[in-house]
């Protein structure tokens, strides 16, 4: 990396002397780095936004810190810390939420949360309800949040799009491979009209459109050292959508037993006892602010986004491997079956998951 992050880290309103910047942690989308100061003062999370998934990262910005605000004010009501239980936004000695270097890549500031446990998985019932209930929290206090965000990920889990491009894909049939996919094809095939059928729910108003997060993994949550939810973290996906996917992707993600791209489908399939937790912390956070439908769409949107996985890997091998990193020509195709495994088995347990969400609201 070229760029200097000292002094990529001074262009911000920081506490104290700057010390130290170091890499942190190994994320998919951004540069991370930890901000260290000579005196007892803050640390910082230094961030480079990658304006390649993200654009516009000022409006990306603008949204963080609207949703920021609104948390803060809504945790100082209720008597709570919101230095902790908010990520906060450290702006430029300019006064701007970014910092564009002679690049043209955007660098970003926030406080670092100090005496915080955070979790890579959620495999026992226990921590998969702690991430019922950070998402659930998170959801709720911004609920009444109406201020405008700007989609930053057009098309992100709108099914009527995915098909588009799906379309596209198979007319282009790129590398010649559509001809050996013929049943992995006929899988999104079969599903097409009861997928698009949901997503009409959305676009019609019926199954409303709020504030969502868009990437629910129990590492975007923030514990405090007893355990207790203190706030969502990795608020760069935040856009209006329907919560029903932050519901639907945590399952996705929480319940599976097996890797995304294991080669082994006997290891895949979906844990109830992982579901029934997870679900029963997000509705003692959630219930009270959603609707009759997305409660009653609450276990199809697990459905719903595991198909769409699958699409979206059997879409990206047919094209080419242009979107997701491969480790063999075939690595695509891996995760396709094995997403598809998964899927069964929602499908098969999704009368179960109905019951469960109807004992819980009982």
């Known amino acids: 990396m070229k760029a200097n992050l000292k002094e990529i880290a001074g262009k911000f309103r920081l506490e104290g002397t700057l010390k130290n910047v170091a890499p942190l942690g190994e994320g998919f989308i951004n540069d991370t780095f930890i901000v260290e100061m000579q005196e007892s003062t803050p640390r ?196 209006s959508s329907t919560v029903l996917n932050d519901f639907g992707d945590a399952i996705r993600f929480y319940t599976n037993t097996g890797k995304e791209d294991d080669t082994d489908l006997d290891n895949v399939s979906m844990d109830m006892r992982i579901f029934k937790a997870f679900t029963k912390g997000y509705l003692e956070e959630a219930s009270a602010f959603l609707t009759e439908m997305e409660l009653e769409y609450l276990p199809f949107s697990a459905r719903y986004i595991t198909y769409e996985q699958v699409l979206r890997f059997l879409m990206d091998y047919i094209d080419g491997d242009n979107y997701y990193k491969v480790k063999s020509d075939n690595h695509n195709l891996v995760r396709t079956h094995a997403q598809y495994k998964l899927l069964l088995s929602i499908e098969e347990q999704y009368d179960e998951m109905k019951r469960v969400v109807r004992e819980l609201l009982a």
């Not at 209720?78 to 564009?100: S, W």
């Not at 206090?141 to 799009?161: K, Q, S, Y």
Request: glycine letters at 6%; one cysteine or more; charged letters at 30%.
């Open 44 to 239: 910082y999370i230094l961030q480079r936004k990658n304006k390649r998934v993200f654009s516009p990262v000022p409006a990306m910005m603008d949204n963080i810190e609207k949703v920021c605000s609104h948390i803060k004010q809504k945790v100082s009501k209720a008597g709570g810390d919101p230095m902790r239980e908010a990520m906060t936004v450290i702006r430029t000695n300019d006064g701007k939420l970014y910092y564009e270097d002679e690049e043209n890549e955007f660098w970003a500031v926030s406080l670092f949360i100090e005496d915080t446990i955070a979790y890579e998985s959620a495999p026992t019932p226990e921590l998969a309800y702690a991430g019922g209930k950070g998402i659930g929290k998170f959801q709720s206090l911004v609920a009444d949040l109406n201020e405008h965000l700007t989609d930053i990920l057009p098309g992100f889990h709108n099914i009527r799009i995915r098909f588009e491009q799906w379309d596209a894909t198979l007319g282009k049939d790129p590398k010649g491979r559509k001809a050996s996919v013929a049943r992995e094809i006929s899988w999104i095939e079969s599903r097409r009209q009861e997928m698009t059928d949901f997503w009409k729910l959305v676009e019609e108003g019926t199954i409303p459109t709020r504030i969502s997060h868009n990437d629910t993994k129990i590492n975007n949550i923030l514990f405090d050292k007893n355990g207790e939810v203190l706030c969502v973290i990795d608020l760069d996906t935040v856009l």
